[in-house]
């Protein structure tokens, strides 16, 4: 039985803050060298470049090593998944996951939180885009589940990951080698590395069949319910968290989720926090929640249509600001007035991440 979870969402108030990590490990919330993952937004651009990500990175490695024995490059095993953007009202802020001492956990038989990580094998720029990469995340999303103590995939409710995606770079060493790659659009190349990711978790979920090579970043009507992928320049393989229930392991907190089936699904919203075990009246409100609710995950993308709920919007034609970070603002806004928190966790580039159009919705909750 793995050890229970202690989950804590913190804020990032400038580039490089770390300062929430530093307070929850002083005030012996958590234990540093039991920090298992972080999963946060950064306020850059979202794009190929954004450095914000490196330097969040930076700051919560480095409290990692001297608040606890760790040593650095030890640290720098910690999944820390970083999706850069908090366009709109979305705030910057981190989700840390940790475990605790089994004697200092609430007991309970009921379904409670356990997280596994995992890293995939190398993931090479050839592979980006095509069933090689399916597989070898399929295979590490299996390990983080074994790590978790979840036997059943039903009881996954989150698989985050961070992979690699296509640079100058890694696209001149593949051709080098005499490969080939999928595209030379390093921004187009975030989104294929995403959907690619996705169609691993699903794989390995049995959530479908493993896809052909044509179906890739192509077939819409193949999807998982509980990925959620980002991508950057930071890594070679990718960060796996799964994030499910475990009867037994005891501890405060229970993970759900649900889909939204467009940009304006708050009932999907509603429907994930429902799923975590909270509670709620038949039309509820963000004052229903108290503090039960630790925070949300969420993928969306652009509806390919073109409109939502059959009324036209221009996000894929507009030349001025690109869909990724129109679609990001929207969603963190409808997500926001459920919540009444600005700091949830929402990013872009959704294909094979739920419904075209739609995405998962994962939420964490406090049942103490």
Excluded at 133 to 140: D, L, P, T
Excluded at 235 to 240: F, S
Excluded at 263 to 268: F, I, R, S
Aim: glycine share 10%; with cysteine.
């Amino acid at each position: 039985m793995p050890d229970p979870i202690e989950v804590r969402k913190v804020a990032i108030e400038s580039v490089t803050d770390a300062a929430g990590l530093a307070r929850l490990i002083d005030d012996g919330v958590i234990e540093a060298d039991r920090v298992l993952a972080v999963i946060g937004k950064t306020e850059g651009n979202g794009g190929v470049n954004d450095y914000t990500r490196i330097l969040a990175d930076r700051a919560f490695r480095e409290v990692l090593v001297a608040k606890g024995t760790r040593t650095p490059e030890e640290a720098a095993q910690v999944p820390l998944v970083w999706s850069g953007g908090t366009d709109g009202v979305l705030s910057p802020h981190a989700t840390i996951f940790a475990t605790i001492d089994p004697a200092q956990a609430v007991q309970s038989d009921e379904p409670r939180l356990s997280v596994g990580v995992a890293m995939s094998e190398v993931i090479l720029p050839e592979d980006i885009g095509r069933p090689a990469m399916v597989e070898k995340v399929a295979a590490g999303v299996r390990e983080a589940m074994k790590i978790a103590g979840i036997d059943d995939p039903a009881d996954v409710h989150y698989v985050q990951t961070k992979t690699p995606l296509l640079t100058l770079a890694t696209i001149t060493d593949a051709k080098e080698r005499g490969q080939t790659v999928v595209t030379e659009d390093t921004l187009k190349s975030m989104d294929i590395s995403n959907s690619t990711t996705a169609l691993g978790i699903a794989v390995a979920l049995g959530e479908i069949e493993m896809p052909t090579a044509e179906q890739i970043h192509k077939d819409l009507s193949l999807y998982s319910s509980v990925a959620s992928c980002s991508s950057g320049v930071e890594l070679d393989r990718a960060q796996i968290v799964v994030v499910g229930n475990v009867r037994g392991i005891g501890g405060r907190y229970r993970a759900g989720h649900s889909v939204m089936k467009d940009a304006l699904d708050t009932d999907g919203v509603w429907a994930a926090i429902r799923d975590a075990g909270i509670e709620l009246p038949e039309r509820p409100h963000p004052s229903d929640l108290g503090d039960r609710l630790v925070n949300l995950f969420l993928k969306c993308e652009a509806d390919p249509s073109g409109r939502v709920r059959g009324r036209r919007n221009i996000m894929l034609d507009d030349s001025d600001v690109h869909w990724h970070r129109q679609i990001k603002a929207t969603v963190g806004g409808v997500v926001a007035s459920v919540t009444g928190d600005p700091a949830v966790f929402v990013s872009v580039a959704a294909v094979h991440q739920g419904p075209s159009g739609g995405g998962p919705v994962i939420a964490i909750a406090d049942l103490s």
